[in-house]
Structures are given as structure tokens and as C-alpha cells.
Nanobody, 126 residues
Framework: QVQLVESGGGSVQAGGSLRLSCAAS????????MAWFRQAPGKEREEVATIDGGGSTRYADSVKGRFTISQDNAKNTLYLQMNSLKPDDTAMYYCAARYGGNWCPQPGWMSSYGYWGQGTQVTVSS
């Protein structure tokens, strides 16, 4: 089993920055995909960014150039640096993981992720 715990959410004004963290514990493995998703009220959960065990990353068009996904393998921690935040970024942010192969599912294939965190709220005011 794997446990994922997110932290770092909060309230900021538009243009501000936040860094989310996701600490993984339990039976983690060296080949994986880890991702950040978000879900705003009344909207479907959407993929924000992914990173695999080989270091390949992918970003949603809406966050390219503003968000950076990274990882500290020594700490088993995933990060999401969010800059130039906009009110549209307001959502609950979740980290997710799948293990077994350095590849990430296509956007929308959320069922491929076997592990999810509980979420951390990000609120951006104008």
C-alpha cells in the first residue's frame, strides 16, 4: 500500500505563488508516474501535470509556463510550484500515483492511478 499526503495549499491573491507537496510513503517503487490533478466546484477533475520515473513531464495547456512539477526522490516527495496564479486556478488539488513502468496515462485515464491523496485547497482571489 502507498499513502499520499498533500500539503501547501492556501489562499493567495492573483499573481501570487504557492508550492504544493505530496509525501509518499509505504511500498513505493522506482518505476512510476506521479501526477497532480485539480477539481473546482461543479467541474470535473482534470490533470494538471505529470512526471514519470524517468523525469519526463507533461502539463495541461492552462498551466504551461506557470506551474512546475518536480520530485525529490530521496524524500519520496512530489512538488508543484505554482506561479502567476489566477482565480481560475482555484480548486482542490490532488496528487496521484501509479507504479509499474515509467509511463503516465493519457489525460482522462484517471482510473489508471491506483493511489490518491486527500487533497489540499488552493484559493486564488482577484
Amino acid at each position: 500500500q502507498v499513502q499520499l499526503v498533500e500539503s501547501g495549499g492556501g489562499s493567495v491573491q492573483a499573481g501570487g505563488s504557492l508550492r504544493l507537496s505530496c509525501a509518499a510513503s509505504g511500498y513505493t517503487r522506482s518505476s512510476y508516474c506521479m501526477a497532480w490533478f485539480r477539481q473546482a466546484p461543479g467541474k470535473e477533475r482534470e490533470e494538471v501535470a505529470t512526471i514519470d520515473g524517468g523525469g519526463s513531464t507533461r502539463y495541461a495547456d492552462s498551466v504551461k509556463g506557470r506551474f512546475t512539477i518536480s520530485q525529490d526522490n530521496a524524500k519520496n516527495t512530489l512538488y508543484l510550484q505554482m506561479n502567476s496564479l489566477k482565480p481560475d486556478d482555484t480548486a482542490m488539488y490532488y496528487c496521484a500515483a501509479r507504479y509499474g513502468g515509467n509511463w503516465c496515462p493519457q489525460p482522462g485515464w484517471m482510473s489508471s492511478y491506483g493511489y490518491w491523496g486527500q487533497g489540499t485547497q488552493v484559493t486564488v482571489s482577484s
